[in-house]
């Protein structure tokens, strides 16, 4: 099985700060890789596939990057909306693995 | 607009049997491969299970083979969990959602509000 990890598991920041997530595939999963953004008792909400395209109508502060099988998800200007869980899912090879998720609140 | 509603969650017994219901409205919903992704209490996301949009081709991860079924009724536009032998780690939220290809295999693009099961004595 694939293996992905995230790091920080959290992070605080404050409103308009530029942040960084990154997500580790334990093999090469080409592009295949989503972020989605989670908020307490909702459902998950897709925020981009193929590493770096965004999903219809997430602004685009959001960007994703993609550097062998180190991945990236970089959220520009903070705004109290943005606060959330953050998972990344590699959907290259069954079974299609989650990121453990980074929790980003407020400083 | 495309919406998915997850029904059927509830309490249940370790080793008696729950079915998850999923209706899809808003796209043709034989077009497109379909999964189930829980959540523990607390915990991170797992994806179950996958379905192609004909429902001929099935991925299960390993923890829930042999125990859990996919399936899928398009004439309905309703997707199923059949959940046997239930046990305690099984507890979790069960989200459906929509994969963006037909073949169960890509990205979730759409998902449900969730259902709840709890596996308790």
């Known amino acids: 099985d694939i293996q992905m990890t995230q790091s920080p598991s959290s992070l605080s920041a404050s409103v308009g700060d530029r942040v960084t997530i990154t997500c580790r595939a334990s093999?090469?999963?080409?592009?295949?890789l989503a972020w989605f953004q989670q908020k307490p008792g909702k459902a998950p909400k897709p925020l981009m596939y193929g590493a770096s395209v965004l999903q219809s109508g997430v602004p685009s502060k959001f960007s994703g990057s993609r550097s062998g099988t180190d991945f990236t998800l970089t959220i520009s200007s903070l705004q109290p909306e943005d606060f959330a869980t953050y998972y990344c899912q590699q959907y290259h090879s069954i079974p299609f693995t989650f990121g453990p998720g980074t929790r980003l609140d407020m400083k | 607009q495309v919406q998915l509603v997850e029904s059927g969650g509830g309490v249940v017994q370790p080793g008696r049997a729950l079915r998850l219901s999923c209706v899809a409205s808003g796209f043709s919903f034989s077009d497109y491969g379909m999964h189930w992704v829980r959540q523990a209490p607390g915990e991170g996301l797992e994806w179950v299970t996958s379905v192609s949009h004909d429902g001929k081709n099935k991925f299960y991860a390993d923890s829930v083979k042999g125990r859990l079924t996919i399936s899928r009724d398009n004439p309905k536009n309703t997707l199923y969990l059949q959940m046997n032998n239930l046990r305690a780690d099984d507890a979790a939220t069960y989200y459906c959602a929509r994969d963006r290809a037909r073949n169960g295999g890509s990205y979730s693009d759409y998902w449900g509000q969730g259902t709840l099961v709890t596996v308790s004595s």
């Open positions: 093999q090469d999963i080409s592009t295949y």
